[in-house]
């Protein structure tokens, strides 16, 4: 079932780490400590992967579900999602020098 923005900000802490799936791959992993962190498992290569996404609230529900769109179609084009973000920030970065 897919996540709604209410149950994303009223996601309390537990004794232990856990997730609330969105579908796709996408969860939302909230620590003991109440912080929210984006996440999408995926497979490339024969072995499953994780792509960090971002933050909540830095990254709203529709933020990331946008970001995996596109780390779908990366996915689809058969690329690998996490070495093309790793690729983007040292571009990035390059073009602050």
């Known amino acids: 079932m897919a996540l709604t923005d209410i149950k994303v900000k009223t996601a309390k802490p537990k004794d232990k ?4 799936a969105d579908g796709g791959g996408m969860y939302l992993l909230i620590n003991t400590n109440g912080s ?3 996440r999408m498992k995926y497979r490339f290569a024969g072995k499953e992967k994780m792509l960090s996404i971002g933050v909540y609230p830095d990254v709203t529900l529709a933020d990331a579900r946008e970001k995996r769109s596109e780390a779908r179609k990366i996915l689809a084009a058969g690329g690998d999602p996490g070495v093309a973000k790793k690729e983007e920030k040292i571009a990035q970065q390059m073009s602050l020098k």
């Open 17 to 20: 780490p856990y997730k609330l």
């Open 36 to 38: 929210k962190y984006w």
